[in-house]
């Protein structure tokens, strides 16, 4: 077999590759196993593989390249998929033992729409449990290890999506974002991640966490790669109400077109008293950067900021609660052996099956959402979210594109914030607004504070434009590419 080095190529080097015979895609799907099977132990990044099921894929591509058939944009190429996203007839977990043996029936659309694509799934990655959480600790099977320092956390909750992406064993990833869950362990690890509108793509097969904020998207090591996914996954679903009955333009073409005369915004309320200097520094190197480039900076303020944490987490949590209900130990999932009656069984199952992060948000929710609690929280938390959408149509009548950070601070070490909620809360006060609001996301990597810990910028645009994002990622890295290199 050749050998095949994944932190190398990207993927649209890999399918040019596999196309003009060069490589065989068995030999690329090889080489991403190989990587998981030496990585992993340190990582913890996948719950499973799906060693045969890839090989098979991978193999089907290469007959299709022997008969003279045109590739598709990704076809062949393997990627990894969050382990809340179903796949038919191998494990969906969450990362929690109370799904730690179900196996769904189905694939999600987006899983379909791979197939369809003739891309290569090698695993599923580990994850906070249940998508709750921002370190990715939370995990039943055991917290995620950054590749760029292993003492480490990745960010959550798709902390194993971004570390696989950042060892070099696939090229791609799935992950989902509820408040940021995509962008931060994007920051965090270095990579490329996108946080799609809310709609854009199909929900259909993601376990649910809070139905009105749960958004799936890409996440890679080139921006032109994550843009071949996005467009791969992105489209209206009849399976899925939510999701957006609007045409999927060609992400790929012309991307990082010139930048010159778009208007980006500073809000000042992502500038905070504490964040990392080194944060602050990249971020203003950024926007400067842009700016040389012929953008015009304004400033600009996003007044309700401050409240998003507070109203994310009655919002979300209240959602939460009504989606966890059905893990009763009655129907599917885990079961606690010996209860003697049906309370019992519920609450010894629920007690068991999940864990202290998890059960802490069902009780949140389910208090702002309980008589006499509904209008002074949850319809209020409701009320701050409109505000919040508000100021970002406000914004955008005046921008193009917002831009700030990710995190105010680096990963942190495994361990450091875990017994306290709130602190590990603030983590996500510069992305929870673009989710409350619903406009697409994005994070890039721009360079390393001096302890080596990569930094990531934020990019925000309008609803449905994550053409801006994408073009503007993508000048960047044209002009930094070794901004965007993997763990060495």
Not at 289 to 303: A, H, I, K, M, N
Not at 324 to 329: E, H, K, P, T, V
């Amino acid at each position: 077999m050749a050998h095949v080095d994944l932190s190398k190529k990207s993927a649209s080097e890999l399918r040019r590759a596999i196309q003009a015979r060069e490589l065989r895609a068995v030999e690329v799907a090889e080489a991403a196993l190989q990587c998981i099977a030496e990585r992993n132990g340190q990582l913890n990044a996948f719950i499973s593989v799906c060693r045969q099921p890839a090989l098979e894929a991978a193999a089907a591509v290469d007959a299709k390249v022997a008969r003279g058939e045109e590739l598709g944009i990704l076809e062949g190429v393997p990627v990894a998929v969050k382990d809340n996203i179903c796949t038919a007839g191998h494990p969906t977990t969450c990362a929690s033992r109370i799904l730690a043996n179900f196996v769904p029936p189905y694939d999600s659309t987006v899983v379909r729409r791979l197939r369809q694509a003739g891309m290569v799934i090698v695993g599923k990655t580990n994850m906070d449990e249940f998508a709750m959480g921002s370190s990715s600790e939370t995990s039943y099977f055991g917290a995620v290890h950054n590749p760029w320092a292993l003492e480490r956390i990745t960010g959550g909750s798709s902390g194993g999506s971004a570390a696989a992406v950042a060892a070099g064993c696939v090229p791609l990833a799935l992950g989902s974002d509820t408040g940021g869950s995509i962008r931060q362990p994007a920051g965090m690890c270095g990579v490329v991640g996108l946080k799609p509108t809310y709609g854009r793509v199909s929900r259909f097969g993601l376990v649910a966490f809070a139905s009105s904020l749960d958004q799936i998207g890409p996440l890679g090591h080139h921006v032109e790669d994550v843009a071949a996914l996005l467009q791969i996954i992105s489209g209206h679903d009849p399976h899925d109400s939510t999701a957006a009955d609007l045409p999927v333009e060609d992400y790929t073409r012309n991307l990082g077109r010139g930048v010159e005369r778009l208007r980006l915004g500073v809000p000042k309320e992502y500038f905070i008293e504490g964040m990392d200097a080194d944060i602050r520094a990249a971020t203003e190197a950024v926007i400067q950067f842009y700016v040389e480039q012929g953008c015009r900076r304004v400033e600009l303020s996003l007044p309700h900021t401050d409240y998003a944490i507070a109203a994310y987490y009655i919002v979300a949590s209240s959602e939460a609660s009504s989606n966890l209900a059905r893990y009763d130990g009655v129907r599917y999932g885990y079961r606690t052996q010996g209860a003697g009656d049906l309370y019992s069984l519920y609450a010894r199952t629920r007690a068991e099956g999940f864990g202290s992060e998890v059960k802490r948000r069902i009780m949140l929710g389910t208090f702002a959402l309980s008589s006499g609690y509904y209008d002074a929280y949850y319809r209020k938390a409701q009320k701050v979210r409109t505000l919040i959408r508000q100021d970002f149509e406000r914004a955008f009548a005046q921008v193009d594109a917002i831009i700030c950070p990710v995190s105010p601070i680096p990963a942190f070490p495994i361990g450091e914030k875990f017994d306290d909620p709130l602190q590990m809360y603030l983590c996500d006060v510069f992305t929870l607004p673009a989710s409350m609001g619903g406009v697409p996301g994005m994070s890039i990597p721009v360079g390393r504070t001096r302890h080596g810990l990569p930094i990531g910028v934020q990019l925000l645009a309008p609803h449905f434009k994550e053409r801006t994002l994408l073009d503007l990622a993508a000048f960047y890295q044209r002009h930094f590419p070794e901004a965007f290199d993997l763990v060495k």
